[in-house]
């Protein structure tokens, strides 16, 4: 993103009118536990009527990570163009905001990869065209694009864990294959490492001359988070050398490397499953809906409930194509599939939402499939931290003080509800939740009790650690279960990294009525 234009995030308010009469919320989109995110949408743009026209609808508001209160229903279609998250507007990020003084150790970020094609096709439908190869001369672009297609050329300088040697650097088919990353999405991680670029930039985080031991880069093996790690990269890193760069690879959505056996975390899950089921099935009017796509379709309602549509209308919308549809025949109706057969799709997971929130279940999941991840991230803060106290020597090469870890949707929601954050947002297309590690100021003995003797020779004491977690820009530290707002000390701006520890190492497990991961992990159930 360009440091020139920095406005905000906000949520949206626009109103489709021929919509308005369809009860809507926002969507949580399953791929393995049926979740997924949507924000609101800012600025103008186009929204495919129910008759499969196009119409404009003016929108102007404030996109949050957390919603509003309600007080009207939302309108899904402005929920969902946040969630596309399409780079035409201005956002400010509050990454790298401290108190004066306050010295910035470390930041690790978790990004969701950026646009994609959809996983699954429609029957009988038409696949959306899109075309998968980067150009500078098709929109959304970036000023680094150019630069990005030549440097990624150069990738075998770098050092790949395998199979990632093997994979793609750059989208590269003029018709996407199944799941590929887009222009957009590659737009859209550029610009979100240039934002953090130019956050951390003056706290200098990272020397132009950083050495590999500062930088630790994971993935999965899928083309679109290796590729969106990249661009991200490209955009933050103050000079990109690949002979300096380690790509890792994570083989598991849950970054959980060798901590990933955990019985009870896929019972949580599988209780999960059959929760979100059971709800599914009792809701006529979803059940209505399908039939009805169906027979437009000249599908079994069956068979097109496991193509999974939401999927690839999500990309219909976020791409500005029509919704699919079909000609008269024999075997059915024939005509097109409407944004009101979308909107009820999203009212439906917005009540699983609030359901799954209310039972607790994936919660529970949730913490267990999230421990492995966050024990890491709690031991590289602690050694940072360590290492950074006055008269310990600090290691050759420097000390990690950046982490990217690039993932699925499937690993942020997660981390979201581990973290407590369950009201937040689903992740959005390149969602990034960052955590930073933060030095008070040091302060003399003579200075905290206020009493140093006539000559009496204060001593310097290291200051304290902090952290702060942000979600898409916004500062979420206060929301989340180990330093809420009611428990913020006064004048207190950030939150100790001591509350953060004592979560990871301890607290987290009490929701699975536990005190250690492997307790709760192996424990039987009964």
């Known amino acids: ?10 949520s949206c308010r626009a109103v489709v009118k021929m919509v308005s009469t369809v009860a809507a919320h926002v969507l949580l989109f399953l791929i393995s536990v049926n979740l997924i995110p949507t924000t609101p949408v800012v600025e103008e743009r186009p929204f495919q009527a129910a008759d499969g026209g196009v119409v404009v609808a003016q929108g102007k508001s404030r996109k949050r990570v957390f919603p509003l209160p309600r007080t009207q229903e939302p309108d899904p279609i402005s929920e969902a163009y946040g969630y596309c998250n399409t780079p035409n507007r201005s956002e400010q990020a509050w990454e790298g905001h401290s108190p004066a003084d306050y010295k910035l150790l470390s930041v690790q970020v978790m990004i969701r990869h950026g646009d994609r094609y959809p996983l699954y096709s429609i029957p009988k439908t038409k696949r959306p065209t899109i075309d998968c190869t980067l150009s500078t001369s098709r929109k959304p672009s970036h000023p680094l694009l150019n630069a990005l297609i030549g440097h990624m050329g150069q990738g075998s300088r770098g050092h790949w864990e395998s199979p990632l040697a093997s994979v793609p650097r750059l989208p590269n088919h003029s018709a996407c294959e199944m799941g590929e990353l887009t222009q957009t999405g590659v737009v859209q991680h550029l610009r979100n490492g240039q934002l953090l670029h130019h956050a951390y930039n003056r706290h200098n985080l990272l020397p132009s001359d950083w050495s590999p031991r500062q930088v630790w880069v994971e993935t999965t093996g899928k083309s679109r988070t290796l ?19 380690t790509v890792r690879h994570q083989w598991s959505t849950l970054f959980c490397g060798s901590a ?25 009017e979803l059940e209505r809906t399908y039939a009805d796509m169906a027979r437009t379709l000249g599908l079994p309602t069956r068979q097109l409930r496991a193509a999974n549509p939401i999927d690839s209308l999500l990309c219909h919308l976020c791409h500005g194509l029509s919704f699919p549809c079909v000609p008269t025949g024999e075997s059915g109706n024939g005509g097109c599939l409407t944004l009101a057969q979308f909107a009820v799709i999203r009212r439906q997971q917005l009540d699983d939402e609030v359901d799954r929130r209310r039972v607790g279940l994936y919660r529970k999941y949730a913490i267990l499939a999230m421990y492995p991840y966050l024990n890491r991230t709690a031991t590289k803060m602690e050694r940072v931290g360590k290492f950074g106290e006055a008269g310990r020597q600090p290691r050759a090469g420097g000390e990690e003080v950046f982490a990217l870890s690039s993932a699925h949707d499937v690993t942020v929601a997660p981390l979201l509800s581990a973290l407590g954050l369950e009201e937040a947002r689903f992740p959005r297309f390149a969602a990034r939740v960052v955590f930073e590690l933060w030095r008070s100021p040091p302060v003399t003995q003579g200075q905290a009790k206020k009493k140093a003797g006539k000559g009496e020779k204060s001593k310097a004491k290291d200051g304290e650690l902090f952290i702060r977690v942000l979600y898409n820009g916004e500062d979420v530290t206060f929301h989340t279960t180990f330093c809420r707002s009611r428990d913020r000390p ?28 492997k307790e709760a992990c192996y424990r039987r159930p009964g």
């Open 227 to 245: 590729q969106s790690g990249l661009a991200f990269l490209y955009g933050f890193l103050p000079e990109f050398d690949w002979t300096k760069l």
């Open 260 to 284: 990933c056996d955990c019985p009870a975390r896929n019972r949580y899950l599988e209780e999960e499953q059959r929760r979100q089921y059971r709800l599914r099935v009792a809701d006529t």
């Open 1 to 10: 993103m360009s440091s020139s234009v920095c406005v905000r995030t906000s």
């Open 490 to 517: 006064a004048g207190q701006p950030l939150c100790p990294l001591k509350n953060f520890l004592s979560f990871v190492r301890r607290d987290m497990f009490s929701v699975v009525n536990a005190t250690s991961y």
